[in-house]
């Protein structure tokens, strides 16, 4: 009998144990780590999801895996990664975000031992819920290597231990690769897909922050006539980025409209013009619609 009574109540404690759990995850806010191999890449896909989250209390952080010191046409070396840094301040200002450059130098990243510890040690370091990445098969090395560091540190940050001087993760965070046009060997699939029309404004307001990269056309895409410094030729010269970006932003929403529509319904789908789009990736925990939702906390 008294077997049985001693059943109930640590079968009653455990449900309370769980349940003061589960309120506890509901209530904390998300934290979001973000990688991009470069000073902009975060940025440029994934700056309007970071607004969402950090418009309602989540942790959002952008780490550029590179100082991106050879990203112009003009400067280079420690004068560039400093306003890069600089530059992804002001980003993560606008955005009411957080921010980290690693001081790797640009186009050096190299998949070692010792870039897996950073990596994992970041993403332990933040408590991250999800991580975000590139895709190992992007056209820039940097951007290769950066999203097989994250992929490789998808597990073993969990490993106790691995890297034992941060404590492991208790779960393995929910793995995303950011957006691009690669076809080999498979298609990026929009998994996630979020309307940015809310943050647009915040995102184009990013890219103009970050001139050295747009404005000034980064290491390869300067301006025919060169960089515009006067008045009237300068703001063309603002307006073309901003529409050159707007436009960008506006493809991910044509190129997904149908997870658009299957997310918002087809009416609202319609009318949405920017939007973000995210593919899951297999080693991190794989999510539930549920776990999305909670995960994403704008969807309707
Ligand atoms: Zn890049």
């Given amino acids: 009998m008294l077997g049985r009574r001693c059943a109930v109540i640590l079968g009653l404690l455990a449900c309370a144990a769980a349940a003061g759990e589960a309120r506890a995850q509901a209530q904390a806010p998300l934290r979001i780590i973000s990688f991009g191999a470069h ?64 001081d790797i ?33 992007d056209y820039h090395p940097d951007h290769r290597y950066t999203g097989v560091l994250v992929m490789d540190a998808a597990y073993m940050v969990q490993v106790p231990f691995f890297g034992p001087d941060v404590p492991p993760l208790r779960r393995n965070p929910v793995f995303l690769f950011s957006e691009d046009r690669f076809q080999k060997p498979n ?8 309307a940015i029309d809310d943050v647009i404004e915040k995102k184009l307001a990013v890219v103009a ?20 410094r006067d008045g009237a030729a300068r703001e ?7 529409d050159l970006f707007s436009r960008r932003f506006e493809a991910t929403a044509e190129r997904f409209r149908s997870r658009l529509a299957a997310r918002y319904g087809d009416q609202r789908a319609t009318g949405i013009k920017f939007a973000e789009a995210f593919e899951v990736c297999e080693y991190g925990r794989q999510p539930d619609e549920k776990e999305i939702r909670r995960l994403f906390p704008f969807f309707p």
């Fill in 39 to 102: 000073p902009d890449d975060c940025e440029l896909k994934s700056a309007g999801v970071g607004a969402k989250w950090a418009a309602l209390g989540h942790k959002f952080k952008c780490v550029a895996v590179t100082n991106g010191d050879i990203g112009h046409a003009g400067i280079a070396g420690g004068q560039l990664a400093l306003r890069r840094r600089a530059e992804a301040k002001a980003a993560a200002k606008i955005l009411g975000t957080e921010n980290e450059v690693l």
């Fill in 105 to 137: 130098h640009d186009g050096e990243l190299m998949v070692t031992l010792e870039n897996r510890r950073t990596i994992s040690r970041l993403i332990r370091e933040w408590q991250a819920d999800v991580v975000i990445s590139h895709r190992p098969n």
């Fill in 187 to 194: 298609p990026f699939s929009g998994d996630i897909v979020v």
């Fill in 209 to 228: 922050a970050m001139e050295s990269q747009f404005y000034e056309g980064g290491c390869c895409d300067v301006p025919p006539g060169g960089i515009p």
């Fill in 236 to 242: 063309a010269r603002q307006k073309e980025v901003r």
